[in-house]
Antibody
Framework: EVQLLESGGGLVQPGGSLRLSCTAS????????MSWVRQAPGKGLEWVSS????????KYPDSVKGRFTISRDDSKNTLYLQMNSLGAEDTAVYYC????????????WGRGTLVTVSS | QSALTQPASVSGSPGQSITISCTGT?????????VSWYQQHPGKAPKLIIS???KRPSGISYRFSGSKSDNTASLTISGVQGEDEADYYC???????????FGGGTKLTVL
């Protein structure tokens, strides 16, 4: 079955760090760009980061640039998001998504993992 | 404030057609035929329903269609059904710097 499964979410204190993982199955992970998209409680979708196939091109919005790092391990079919200096504004469900064309559209989504930043 | 502007809510009776607009700028919607639409039911992950302005992925009902004129994209649902009640988000590629922008989302209520 073609699917994405996120993990690593949880409760973290302000200023803390967390690493999210997204394990892919059912397709050739290494040939696809991948992205993270988040959704704060009761709010809309916000693009967080993208990495192309091969990992040579990476993008972030200003809201997370310098704090978040996206990476991938094609040998493990896994996408990562390292999140540092977390603040309350980063509280959200984080979705992993398969990215067609590197930013063109997202055709496969995981179920998401909840990150809560609170003291 | 989201980069793309959508109405907060729309409603329609079963069988009616509804249209959701998505207004951007000449740097995103107006410059690329790379607008996509996503349907999200409560507590669920988003689902791609339209890619590249008007392409329907396999398995998506013909009742969903997309179009674009200048800086505004539109999603039309023909013959709205109860199962269509959900949140809908537009998204556009926005070039190598901004990369991707989403709309704020539109809640569809089926009366």
């Amino acid at each position: 079955e073609v699917q994405l499964l996120e993990s690593g979410g949880g409760l973290v204190q302000p200023g803390g760090s967390l690493r999210l993982s997204c394990t892919a199955s059912g397709f050739t992970f290494s040939t696809y760009a991948m992205s993270w998209v988040r959704q704060a409680p009761g709010k809309g979708l916000e693009w967080v980061s993208s990495i192309n196939a091969g990992g040579t091109n990476i993008k972030y919005p200003d809201s997370v640039k310098g704090r978040f790092t996206i990476s991938r391990d094609d040998s493990k079919n896994t996408l990562y998001l390292q999140m540092n200096s977390l603040g309350a504004e980063d509280t959200a469900v984080y979705y992993c998504a398969r990215d067609r064309g590197f930013g063109w559209y997202f055709d496969l989504w995981g179920r998401g993992t909840l990150v809560t930043v609170s003291s | 404030q989201s980069a793309l502007t959508q109405p907060a809510s729309v409603s329609g009776s079963p069988g009616q057609s509804i249209t959701i607009s998505c207004t951007g700028t000449s740097s995103d919607v107006g410059n690329y035929n790379l607008v996509s639409w996503y349907q999200q039911h409560p507590g669920k992950a988003p689902k791609l329903i339209i890619s590249e302005v008007s392409k329907r992925p396999s398995g998506i009902s013909y009742r969903f269609s997309g179009s674009k004129s200048d800086n505004t994209a539109s999603l039309t649902i023909s013959g709205v059904q109860g199962e269509d009640e959900a949140d809908y988000y537009c998204c556009s590629y926005a070039g190598s710097t901004t990369h991707v922008v989403f709309g704020g989302g539109t809640k569809l209520t089926v009366l």
